[in-house]
Each structure stands twice: as C-alpha cells, then as structure tokens.
C-alpha cells in the first residue's frame, strides 16, 4: 500500500490527473463500518461526479450482496453504493499473511481464497456472488505497517 500511495504521488507530481484519498475515517461516529467506507466514497463521489474512482477495501466490504454472517446480516460497501453501478472484484489467492486487525493487531495467516491450480490475473465472474470479477493473485504476504 504504501509503495501505491508513492507511485501515485509520483503520478500526481508529473501531472497526471490523479487523487488519493482517505474513505474509512468516520471519526467520532458510531457508524458501523461498511455505511462509514460507503459514506466516504460517497462523499468523494459527488465532488467529484466525472471521476473514475478505484476504492482498495477488503473483499467482504466490496461485495455487491448482502450476506449473513455469524453475527448476523450484513449490507457490505458495495451492496450500499450499487446506485452507483460500482464493479466490484473478488481478489483471490493461495495461502499467506496479511497484516490486519482481526481484532488483535499483527500478522495473521490466511487460508487459500481460491484453487492452487487458477492462472493469476483476471477473469470474469468469481466463486462468490457479489462481484463481477475476480483477480488471482500469484501470492499473498504481510507488509506491517509503514510507521507504528
């Protein structure tokens, strides 16, 4: 992420027409935390009504559907904003780390969201519904975070 983040201030810097911003930052609010990502992308959006906006957000906030999970329904991102027709992808990939908060925060290991055997790269549909999509990746690790 923040190798993304620098390439795109390179981007901006050479006069590219591109913007970063920050959507999951509700601050004060009680706000359950799919409405505040949609709410910020939203906010972005009708600024900014003729730009092309790529949101980076776990698959579960991207979905298009709402599921149930085992705390209950869920109305992910993506379910919120389909008034404004996003196309959601359903990243996937072979074992590895990431490193979230779920809750305690560190490096967690993750089991394969896809065959072992998919070709990386895109390819229409995936083997979730909610999404259009789906990208296999080549392989999955943990990058702490740039400063603690």
């Known amino acids: 992420m923040l190798r993304l983040i620098e ?4 981007l901006k810097k050479s006069g590219r027409p591109v913007q ?8 004060n609010t009680d706000l359950e935390r799919n409405v505040a990502i949609a709410n910020g992308i939203r906010r972005f959006h009708s600024s900014h009504q003729n730009t092309k906006i790529i949101a980076l957000m776990g698959n579960i906030h991207a979905m298009q559907e709402s599921i149930t999970t085992s705390e ?3 109305i992910p991102s ?11 992808i ?3 990939y072979p074992s590895g780390t990431t490193w979230a908060c779920m809750p305690e925060c560190g490096v967690q290991k993750l ?12 390819k229409e549909g995936a083997p979730l519904g909610g999404y259009k999509f789906s990208y296999q ?8 975070p740039a400063i603690q």
């Open 7 to 10: 390439d795109i201030r390179i």
């Open 20 to 27: 970063l911003f920050a959507f999951d930052d509700q601050p």
């Open 72 to 74: 209950g329904p869920l």
């Open 78 to 88: 993506g379910a919120i904003l389909n008034d404004l027709k996003p196309v959601s």
């Open 90 to 92: 359903l990243i996937t």
């Open 111 to 122: 089991t394969p969201r896809s065959q072992t055997s998919e070709i990386t790269g895109f």
């Open 137 to 144: 990746l080549r392989s999955i690790s943990a990058s702490p």
